[in-house]
């Protein structure tokens, strides 16, 4: 690992890449810092996708951000998936990689979903092994998030914080922490967001997610469809003291609004990670109420 | 009771999820041992018990390809309506659980699978629509080429244009159909009423022009000297193929025609002279 590369730019704060606002952007191309994607979208041999995909890129920077490593399977890792990744990489040059820290399938088959881990020693041994394969194929280190959960297993052996620290500095990798995740596990299984947050290591957190969720009633689900929660905000600020100003995206996947509306998101997030940070205290700040309440009015 | 091993706690996880009938259907219908060890896999409390919870991916796993399939194949969905798009997707699950990384390639096997189910005893034509909407999404990302130019062919002497093998473009391809589906999809896009596809032998060709995806009927003709193309003949036999289908009487000139329409779609990418 000592030759790969270590940096992870402050980006700044960006959205993802749609295919609603595909023409929005290369049509005007926009006031925004960065654009993230789904990386198995672009893994294909050509056509709009990757089109767009170049396009964007010469004006933005970019990040790869994938669904399917399934770094916590017990199937073996995927050569064909990681080779084609990396095809990505080098074709688009991304800031970085990232992908979630789950289970996807098993036995060949594939949910198409972010599947939770016991938070076991076997576990964190298993996916910091495949992590470090990874990034050695990848030439790379890589960026896990941590996902939103449904259900917790009995045989687990730590809380999910502790999993995650396990994993990221046994695999010497790093976090994509995402804060709407965190509270959405925390009211699914009745912990704490505040202290997730304090236990996550800073140094190893390179990225920031923001999203909105939906209120079932017996659980909150993760549906990237909803405006950031006021709480997430908030929950989002004490990151930022804890971990610094940085980069943060704006993750809306479904019943998209109109670039503007993701726009506005991105740039509330700037101005409370600035005054955040800024601020320099534990406790919550006037300065940072006031660019919140300015907002949501 | 030992914890269960990683191995075994995805394994069980994945066999409660994917229960066409839910996780607690999936439960029952394990063996005794592996039901307790499924039983007691997760925590439940009086929010939702730890069947429900398994449950929440149970649904987001099924609708999640219902969507996907919904998007790609929205002629084949217009046809069956929703509460059979439900069946029919539930159907195609078991026999069909996803293998891709990608969730494009969710319904690669949809069109055969089409063929023997109930829904084609009611529209008979429904594989055909589903191989129709399939090979556009393979046109849509398929790998990229520049189209021929027609000036570039000014440049190959014309004694020589019989060993000229044209290159065709790399996601063109020809769709050999039992019914008129290609009716459908236009009245679908056109917000039309749908009527049934009529039961007719009809070859389609499928491709791509710069960035949009095309589709057009052809005649046997035309079927015969893409094929020939396809096989890597070269323009006299192409066009010996052609004359073949046509009668000699029309045969060249239909060549030319139909090499005109083919620099001017875009379906060549590319000749070979050895």
Redesign the interface.
């Given at each position: 690992m000592s030759n790969m590369p270590t940096e992870f730019p402050s980006l700044g704060c960006g959205v993802g890449l749609r295919t609603k606002h595909y023409g929005d952007i290369l049509n005007v191309w926009p006031a925004v810092d960065w654009f993230e994607v789904i990386s198995?979208?672009f893994?294909?041999?050509?056509?709009?996708?990757?089109?767009v995909l170049e396009a964007v890129r010469t004006h933005y920077p970019i990040v790869l951000h994938g669904v399917?490593l399934s770094i916590?399977?017990?199937d073996p890792l995927?050569r064909e998936?990681l080779t084609r990744l990396k095809d990505l990489a080098r074709r688009v040059e991304p800031a970085w990689i990232s992908d979630h820290l789950c289970?996807t399938?098993?036995?060949?088959?594939?949910?198409?979903?972010l599947?939770p881990?016991?938070y076991?020693e076997?576990?964190v041994a298993?996916v910091a092994a495949r992590v470090q394969q990874v990034q050695d194929f990848l030439g790379r280190r890589i960026l896990l998030e941590n996902v939103s959960t449904?259900?917790?297993?009995?045989?687990s052996t730590m809380p999910e914080w502790e999993f995650l620290t396990a994993v990221v500095e046994r695999a010497d990798c790093g976090i994509l922490l995402d804060i709407n995740n965190i509270f959405v596990s925390a009211f699914n299984?009745?912990f704490s967001p505040t202290e997730y947050l304090r236990a996550v290591p800073p140094h190893r957190v390179h990225q920031f997610h923001l999203a909105g969720y939906s209120d079932k009633g017996?659980?909150l689900?993760d549906t990237h469809d909803h405006p950031v929660a006021d709480a997430v905000w908030e929950l989002y600020a004490q990151a930022v003291r804890r971990c610094g100003r940085k980069s943060t995206l704006i993750e809306w996947d479904d019943h998209l609004p109109s670039f503007s509306v993701l726009q506005a998101e991105a740039a509330h997030a700037q101005r409370l990670a600035a005054v955040t940070h800024h601020a320099g205290t534990d406790a919550r700040t006037d300065a940072a109420a006031a660019v919140d309440a300015d907002y949501r009015a | 009771m030992p914890a269960p091993t990683l191995a075994q706690t995805q394994q069980l996880l994945w066999t409660l999820i994917t229960a066409p009938e839910g996780a607690a259907a999936g439960l029952d219908r394990l063996a005794p041992a592996a039901r307790s060890v499924a039983a007691s896999l997760a925590h439940g409390d009086g929010r939702l018990s730890a069947i429900e919870r398994v449950d929440v991916y149970a649904n987001m796993y099924f609708y999640r390809i219902r969507d996907s399939l919904k998007d790609d194949f929205a002629t084949v969905c217009a046809v069956t309506g929703e509460a059979e798009l439900h069946n029919l997707i539930t159907d195609y699950l078991i026999a069909h659980p996803p293998t891709h990384f990608s969730l494009r390639y969710a319904g690669q096997h949809l069109p055969a699978f089409l063929d023997g189910h109930a829904l084609s005893g009611r529209w008979p034509y429904l594989s055909d629509l589903a191989r129709l909407e399939w090979a556009i999404l393979e046109a849509f990302d398929a790998t990229d080429a520049a189209p021929l130019q027609p000036q570039t062919l000014t440049a190959v002497p014309q004694k020589r244009w019989p060993e000229l093998r044209f290159q065709l473009t790399p996601s063109l391809q020809l769709l050999d159909l039992n019914w008129t589906v290609h009716n459908v999809w236009r009245q679908a896009q056109d917000e039309l009423p749908l009527t049934d596809a009529r039961s007719e032998p009809t070859s389609l060709r499928v491709w791509r022009q710069d960035l949009r995806v095309f589709h057009q009927p052809i005649d046997a003709v035309e079927r015969a000297g893409l094929a020939a193309l396809a096989g890597g003949a070269c323009f006299s036999d192409v066009c010996e193929r052609i004359v073949a289908h046509a009668g000699e009487a029309r045969g060249a000139e239909r060549a030319l025609s139909l090499l005109g329409g083919w620099l001017a779609d875009g379906v060549l990418s590319g000749y070979r002279l050895d």
């Open positions: 198995e979208n893994m294909v041999a050509g056509g709009r996708p990757l089109y399917s916590g399977s017990t995927r998936y289970w399938g098993v036995a060949g088959h594939n949910l198409h979903d599947l881990l016991p076991t076997e576990a298993h449904y259900l917790e297993y009995r045989h299984h009745g017996s659980f689900h | -």
